[in-house]
């Protein structure tokens, strides 16, 4: 089973950036990075978990590569490498309604049929999660 770990997040003002980063180990024999569709989810207090922004392996493209919730387009970047192990998100022009707790998460690829299958919660009983990183925007 894969482990995944955040990091990056903070307390940052309104407008300004955050950049998250997840660092995914423990491959069994024969798997990688890219064996796997990543996500970004977040969950603020009360609220429910959503997907923030996804994306696919280099081979499941056609589903479409990265995927991003409406409140989110134009701000937020989601990107990955595979030599690194690693997925980012990157955050830019952060706005209160985006404080939460951010989760990493990834699911084999051959279970999900892509990022916004994903970020839809699609077969979410087989993803593996991060701890989760708090992001806070306040001024």
């Known amino acids: 089973q894969v482990q995944l770990v955040e990091s990056g997040g903070g307390l940052v003002q309104p407008g300004e950036s955050l950049r998250l980063s997840c660092l995914v180990s423990?491959?069994?024999?024969?798997?990688?990075?890219?064996?796997?569709?990543l996500g970004w989810f977040r969950q603020a207090p009360g609220q429910e978990r959503e997907g923030v922004s996804c994306i696919s392996s280099s081979d499941d493209s056609t589903f479409g590569y990265t995927y991003y919730i409406d409140s989110v387009k134009g701000r937020f970047t989601v990107t990955r490498d595979n030599a690194k192990n690693r997925v980012y998100l990157q955050m830019n022009s952060l706005k209160r309604e985006d404080s939460a707790i951010y989760f990493c998460?990834?699911?084999?690829?051959?279970?999900?049929?892509?990022?916004?299958?994903?970020?839809?919660?699609?077969?979410?009983?087989?993803?593996?999660w991060g701890q989760g990183t708090q992001v806070a925007i306040s001024s």
């Open positions: 998460a990834a699911v084999y690829k051959i279970l999900n049929p892509g990022a916004q299958a994903m970020c839809q919660m699609s077969g979410s009983l087989n993803y593996v």
């Open positions: 423990g491959f069994i024999s024969g798997f990688k990075l890219d064996d796997y569709t």
